[in-house]
């Protein structure tokens, strides 16, 4: 088990939780919330801290300000890293997303600007995406002399296609909420004023639902799409299975069938 939060030591991430929604923001507004290894530790302790507290059903990722979700990597310090230490780095910033991306709960990314590079990364690794209407998105790399080093060449084009991904990617242009949204990498586009309370709506919504049922079905959609449709069919048999013999499920049918709201339990 993780540290609980209130004993998570954070510099650069702001993590706070209200009833079951946990929120985590970026919070270095001064270089536009740019990541470096010590954001993504500090994401790796908060978001395993969520994971393992069964109070949070839901979390809402952003960053602070209103320029930025994440502009994208610190180059001042990626610039001084050896081959080795790239490998290293991009390593560490892509357990952080594949934790993200596997945490059992939903995750929304409630991006309120510059989403590029490892910014448009990490929004990709969250279950739900919601774009203010002054977002922007962009894997500029190429630009730098490197390439997406946190998921992007792998998420990108199962979010938008192979096609796409690699125009956005080998171009490095840089994209807006309304073209985002075209082309499937935002779920929705809102005002600004609304996005956290849009993002905290769709999360009370999901979380009137079994806790068990929405874990198994992120977890069906992730790993299936890593396979065939037939394997990806047999993880959904098997979740369907585990699912069957659940308190919620007794709860669920029970409650539907006496007409009243169900209580559920995630067990």
């Known amino acids: ?3 609980p939060a209130s004993a998570l030591k954070l510099e650069n991430v702001l993590y706070e939780k209200k009833g079951p929604i946990a929120y985590v923001t970026i919070n270095r507004p001064k270089v536009l919330n740019a990541l470096n290894q010590a954001v993504f530790s500090e994401l790796k302790e908060i978001f395993e801290s969520a994971r393992d507290d069964s109070s949070v059903r839901g979390v809402i990722l952003t960053g602070s300000g209103d320029k930025a979700f994440v502009a994208g990597a610190d180059i001042a310090e990626m610039s001084g890293f050896t081959a080795p230490q790239m490998v290293d780095a991009t390593r560490r910033s892509q357990g952080v997303t594949e934790l993200i ?4 709960k939903p995750v929304i990314a409630a991006v309120n600007g510059f989403a590029l590079g490892g910014g448009c990364e990490l929004a990709m690794a969250c279950t739900i995406r919601i774009a203010s209407e002054t977002a922007k998105f962009g894997q500029p790399e190429v630009k730098i002399g490197i390439m997406p080093g946190a998921g ?3 998420r990108l084009p199962r979010l938008v296609g192979k096609g796409r991904a690699l125009q956005l990617i ?3 242009e840089i994209i807006n909420a309304q073209e985002a949204y ?10 600004i004023a609304n996005l956290i309370s849009r993002a905290e709506a769709i999360l009370n919504q999901i979380n009137s639902n079994a806790p068990l049922g929405v874990k198994f079905s992120i977890d069906a959609v992730n790993k299936g799409l890593d396979g065939s449709v037939s ?3 047999l993880i959904e048999a098997s979740l369907f299975g585990v699912c069957g013999g659940s308190e919620d499920k007794k709860e669920g049918t029970s409650a539907f069938l006496a007409k009243r709201a169900p209580k559920f339990q995630g067990q």
């Open 182 to 191: 075209r082309i499937g990498l935002v779920n929705e586009v809102v005002p």
């Open 170 to 172: 080998l171009s490095a």
């Open 152 to 154: 992007g060449t792998q």
């Open 1 to 3: 088990m993780s540290s």
């Open 231 to 233: 394997e990806g069919l």
């Open 101 to 104: 991306e596997n945490l059992g």
